[in-house]
């Protein structure tokens, strides 16, 4: 079944404790991005990856890492977290820039 | 750098009634636009797309959207709403040229009176 994986699905950590979020997806997509959504803001994106090694800044990348070495893997590092990042985080890929993003189930995160 | 409106929060519609959700973008050129549904406690699944061509486009749903450059729209429609349809609605738009940033607007959360 085409998807993207995201893991874990909940959780609650401590702020300062750094973390990461998985993100792969199975259908050789060049596009991959996270987004987190918050009450009132909508989805916002925080960093994209068109390709792998090309990684670029979304609309709120302050606080937030990530890398791409495969094609498949996205992953979100929150290096030292803090409760203002407490939020629903969403991976997406995409085929190309115009098909629109598949998304991940999501991964609450709550930083206390 | 585009941006996505969609003025109405909350909307409230009787079962069998027709829909029509707003949107508004801002992009200098021609953007690609999408319409995407989140059930509750779920991801966002895409009901439809545009990039060129015909400016109306039909969804998956029964949903339908039109594309209006002289009004910077992008509205989606449904002819009758069904209950499961309760859920909330993100317009979303697309940069040509900035890779594949995605702007979306804050969203509009439907519900559905029996």
């Known amino acids: 079944e085409a998807q993207v994986t995201q893991n874990p699905r909940y959780l609650i950590t401590v702020t300062g404790k750094k973390l990461t979020v998985t993100c792969s997806q199975n259908m050789n997509h060049e596009y991959m991005s996270w987004y987190r959504q918050d009450p009132g803001l909508g989805l916002r994106q925080i960093y994209y990856?068109?390709?792998?090694?090309?990684?670029d800044k979304g609309d709120v990348p302050e606080g937030y890492k990530v890398s791409r070495k495969e094609k498949r893997n996205f992953p979100l590092i929150l290096e030292s977290p803090s409760p203002n990042q407490t939020s629903l985080y969403f991976c997406?890929?995409?085929?190309?820039?115009?098909?629109?993003?598949?998304f991940g189930s999501g991964t609450r995160l709550t930083v206390v | 750098a585009q941006s996505v409106t969609q003025p109405d929060i909350h909307i409230t519609v009787s079962e069998g009634a027709s829909l029509e959700l707003r949107c508004n973008y801002s992009y200098g050129a021609t953007p690609y636009l999408f319409w995407y549904v989140q059930s509750p406690g779920q991801g966002l699944q895409l009901l439809l797309k545009?990039?060129?061509?015909?400016?109306l486009v039909q969804g998956i749903k029964g949903f339908e959207a039109e594309f209006k450059r002289s009004q910077s729209s992008f509205n989606l429609r449904k002819p009758s709403v069904h209950w499961s349809d309760a859920a909330e609605y993100f317009c979303?738009?697309?940069?040509?040229?900035?890779?594949?940033?995605?702007?979306f607007g804050g969203g509009t959360r439907l519900m559905v009176k029996p």
């Open positions: 990856s068109m390709n792998v090694e090309v990684t």
């Open positions: 997406a890929s995409s085929f190309a820039a115009n098909y629109g993003y598949t």
């Open positions: 979303a738009v697309g940069a040509t040229n900035a890779g594949n940033m995605l702007t």
């Open positions: 545009y990039f060129s061509g015909d400016t």
